[in-house]
C-alpha cells in the first residue's frame, strides 16, 4: 500500500487565528492516525505563523507512526530538529510572504550548504528528504549531498487548466519518479494533492507516500477529520 501523511498545519492556523488553545494539531494528528494515517507532517515556520515548537516537541511524545518535520534549511531550525529528533525532516524552501510553499528547493544552487545541513541531521540519526521539483538536476543533485528521499513537488500539476497541461506535468512526474528510483532515493510527492486529482496522481508506479494537507482538513471541517483521512487513504489505494 502507498502511504499516507497528513499535515495538520491547517489546524494550528485556525488556532492561531485567535491565539487559543483550540482547534489542537496534536489532537488531530493522533484523529488522523486512527484513520489511518501512516505519518503525521507539520512545518515549523520562521516567523511561527501556525505550527509552534511546543506542538513539535509534544507530537515527538505522541505520534506512533511517524513524524516529518518540514522546516527550512537554518542553523535555527538544524538545532531545533537535533534536540527533538522527529523521524524525519524535510528541508523546503521558504518565504515570509508566501501562504504555502510555492516549488521545490534549489538543491543543485545550494549543494554545499544543503550538504552540511543533510551531514548534521544524519548525524542525530534523523531521515532527511528534500522538497524538489520534477527536475532531472534537483534529482541529481539531491544524490549528491546524500539525500535520503525526495518529496516531488506536484503542484504544477494540480494547477494544470486543461487535459493536455495535466498530462504533460504527469509524464514529467513519472520521469521524476523513475529518475529518483534509479538513483536510490525513496520517493514522495505532494503539494495541491485532493479527492479530485490523486486519481491520476495514483496512477504513476514507485511514489511510497503522498503528503496531504489542505484538501483533508478543508472536508474535515464537514465530516470530521478520521473520515476525511480514510476517504483519502481509500482512494490512494484504490
Same mark, same amino acid.
Request: hydrophobic letters at 45%.
Given at each position: 500500500?502507498?502511504?499516507v501523511a497528513i499535515n495538520v498545519d491547517h489546524v494550528a492556523t485556525l488556532r492561531q487565528a485567535r491565539l487559543a488553545d483550540e482547534p489542537d494539531p496534536v489532537t488531530a494528528a493522533a484523529l488522523a492516525e486512527l484513520a489511518g494515517a501512516r505519518g503525521i507532517v507539520v512545518h515549523l515556520r520562521e516567523d511561527r505563523r501556525h505550527i509552534q515548537d511546543r506542538d513539535v516537541e509534544i507530537l515527538r511524545k505522541?505520534?506512533?507512526?511517524?513524524?516529518?518535520?518540514e522546516m527550512a534549511a537554518t542553523s535555527e531550525m538544524v538545532d531545533i530538529a537535533r534536540r527533538?529528533?522527529?523521524?524525519?525532516?524535510?528541508?523546503?524552501?521558504?518565504k515570509r510572504r508566501e501562504l504555502t510553499t510555492e516549488g521545490g528547493l534549489d538543491? #543543485?544552487?545550494?549543494?554545499?550548504?544543503?550538504?552540511?545541513?543533510?551531514?548534521?541531521?544524519h548525524g542525530s540519526e534523523i531521515v532527511v528528504?528534500?522538497?524538489?521539483? #520534477?527536475?532531472?538536476?534537483?534529482?541529481?543533485? /539531491?544524490?549528491?549531498?546524500? /539525500?535520503?528521499?525526495?518529496?516531488?513537488?506536484?503542484?504544477?500539476?494540480?494547477?494544470?487548466?486543461?487535459?493536455?497541461?495535466?498530462?504533460?506535468?504527469?509524464?514529467?512526474?513519472?520521469q521524476a519518479v523513475e529518475l529518483a528510483r534509479k538513483l536510490g532515493l525513496g520517493i514522495h510527492a505532494g503539494h495541491g494533492v485532493d479527492y479530485r486529482n490523486i486519481a491520476w496522481l495514483r496512477r504513476i508506479?514507485?511514489?511510497?507516500?503522498?503528503?496531504?494537507?489542505? /484538501?483533508?482538513? #478543508?472536508? /474535515?471541517?464537514?465530516?470530521?477529520?478520521?473520515?476525511?483521512v480514510r476517504e483519502m487513504i481509500a482512494l490512494v489505494n484504490g
Open positions: 500500500m502507498v502511504k505522541t505520534v506512533k507512526t511517524r513524524l516529518n518535520l527533538i529528533g522527529p523521524d524525519v525532516v524535510t528541508l523546503v524552501p521558504e538543491v #543543485a544552487a545550494q549543494e554545499s550548504s544543503l550538504a552540511d545541513v543533510v551531514k548534521d541531521l528528504s528534500l522538497f524538489v521539483d #520534477a527536475d532531472p538536476e534537483q534529482l541529481q543533485a /539531491a544524490r549528491r549531498i546524500k /539525500a535520503d528521499c525526495v518529496e516531488i513537488h506536484t503542484g504544477a500539476f494540480a494547477e494544470a487548466r486543461s487535459p493536455g497541461e495535466r498530462n504533460r506535468e504527469l509524464e514529467r512526474l513519472g508506479p514507485h511514489i511510497e507516500e503522498f503528503s496531504i494537507g489542505h /484538501a483533508v482538513m #478543508a472536508r /474535515a471541517v464537514l465530516v470530521g477529520i478520521e473520515r476525511a
